[in-house]
């Protein structure tokens, strides 16, 4: 009797260590995704359910209630450097990403409160922003739900919330200009001054180009027979000054510096740019 108790303590044991070991995949994974943005990233960390046969909007997730969006744990948004949503001014840090979906309208919400997965958990005295945005329908269904960074530019992107055929978004805007038109004039300063960045900011930026064709005039003095983007973008930034002959000239010591450097796509470029002159 004592050696099957021991047997059968030990075969208890094993199968209880057993389940313990046991891993399974979630039914909501969790994403965290980070995006470049401004001079920083934004990150944002998300679990995703299915919509596994089941309707969603104003069932599984109720109308004007606060819903964690997403499942699980809370959904949160990291900003790594200030930011305004909707006029308002956020500061870098950690955030709650909240909504109220609705029929007709959803309330985005950025909150101070990052641990919110219930609406009674949910304290309006910590909002940061509310947005109100009209939902679209989408033409296609979203099985899982998704969050993504789209449209995406230096100083903008929207924050997309899609799920069945359900989408709603909102802008982000961050200051990119001032930071770094001040880095440059504190640059500018210096010794070693990157004259193909600043004028290259200059020209994407349509800022005073004849400042960036003394720029990238000195940038091509460091480089006269190498770095064919240099001299593509002097080309640029000619035909945008409207100096036609110029840019002939330059287009075509681009293409044979290119050539040399063996860079076939700034060959093209330029031999692109030369079709709009004649």
Known sequence: MKQLLTTAIAVFTLLNMSAQQLTTPAPSPTQTIKQNFGLSAIELSYSRPSMKGRKIFGDLVPFGQV?????????TISFGDEVTINGTKIPAGKYGLLTIPGEKEWTIIISKQTDVTSPDAYKQD?????????P?????IMETFT???????????VLSILWDKTWVAFEITTDVDSK???SIDNIMNKDNKPYYAAASYYFDNGKDMSQALSWVNKAVEA????QPWVHTLKTRILVKLGKK?????????????????KYPEFVKQNEDILKTLK
């Open 67 to 75: 819903w964690r969006t997403g499942a699980n744990a809370a959904t």
């Open 126 to 134: 910590q909002d940061i922003v509310r947005v109100t945005v009209a």
């Open 136 to 140: 679209q329908t989408m033409p296609v």
């Open 147 to 157: 969050i993504s960074f789209d449209f995406m530019k230096s100083n903008s992107c």
């Open 180 to 182: 770094v038109m001040k």
């Open 223 to 226: 480089t006269p027979n190498a």
């Open 245 to 261: 002959e110029e840019a002939i000239a330059a287009a075509n010591n681009a293409i044979r510096i290119a050539k040399e450097t």
